[in-house]
């Protein structure tokens, strides 16, 4: 009796940061990595077949807006926890968020009003019904509302350009500069704008006949330190390109695993396991909280390979307890 008791409270002690008992946390590395579309339900909520209904649901909800529509149902967690995660993941505009906990809702959606939410949430969220067709209401409820939105601009704004090309692997700097070029051309930068330049040299005067071999050796440095400077931009952008695809794998390994976890803590070995978990889990937010590099990526697939062994270690446990 005494042992069980130690093992919820560990089980407690080590998922509070990170599942809901606090879940928006694992709810936010799936979202990270999701497409258009996804469904995060929490362990003991609906069954698959509802959860396919519901990803239809999404699919066809951001084919009509445009957006990234998200559905999670988590019944430990109240609906308005979870509006953080529209500003955590950078969303804006037409991208949607709905939250549920079987009674309660939240709604997210950068293109409506608060008014518009609340009357949606009111007339769909609040009103009877199955939790599965008042979700199916509300998703065609905003499609209905944004569809009604007339743009206020005809521009991105400086978030929503952000949003738009955050994929493009741009720094800072490279992104004030290809805004700035959209809001004079309307062009979105392409390819060729992950790769930073010094500028454009003046014209080069007519040298007067005691300073040519100056200008001349001027010219050339310039053109050197722009190519090594191309050169450094350019090994930049790659990087960064590959770092958040090594990162990806093993987060999506851990967060499988720790999304998994209900009815584990009945295991004898669940304390070791928990901590083999842990142990990965620390390493890859130390390995997160660093700069990109090519250690960084190796560190990365190594780290795939152990979360791979814990989530095989837990996925053995678990068939022993059937």
Known sequence: MLHRLLTRLVLLTLLAPTLAFA???????LLKNAGQSFV????????????KELELTAQMTAQKTGGKVYFVIDNKTKPSDYDLLYTDLSLTGHDVV?????????????????????DILNREGMAGGKPLDRMK???????????????????????EFQHANRDRGLSPAQMSDAYARYKQTGAMPG???????????????????????LIFLG????????????????RDATLAQEWAPALEAPTQIMTAVYMNLDGMEKHPNFSA????ATAVQQKLDALKGQSPSREGIARAQSLTEEANRVRLSFDQARRTLR
């Not at 995060?40 to 959860?51: E, F, H, M, N, S």
């Not at 040299?201 to 005691?210: C, D, E, F, T």
């Open 23 to 29: 879940y928006p946390s694992q709810v936010r590395e």
């Open 40 to 51: 995060v339900r929490a362990p003991g909520t609906i069954d698959d077949l509802t959860k």
């Open 98 to 118: 709905i939250a549920s906990d079987g009674p309660g809702w939240s709604l997210q959606c950068g293109s409506l009003t608060a008014q518009q939410k609340q």
């Open 137 to 159: 209401a509300i998703a065609n409820d905003v499609s209905n509302a944004l569809a009604n939105t007339k743009a206020v601009a005809a521009q991105l704004s400086w978030n």
């Open 191 to 213: 390819v060729a704008a992950t790769v930073a330049t010094t500028g454009q040299l003046a014209p080069v005067q007519k040298p007067s006949s005691g300073h040519g071999g």
């Open 219 to 234: 010219v050339l440095v310039m053109a050197i330190a722009g190519i090594v400077f191309w050169r450094r931009r350019k």
């Open 273 to 276: 396991l928990m901590d083999q």
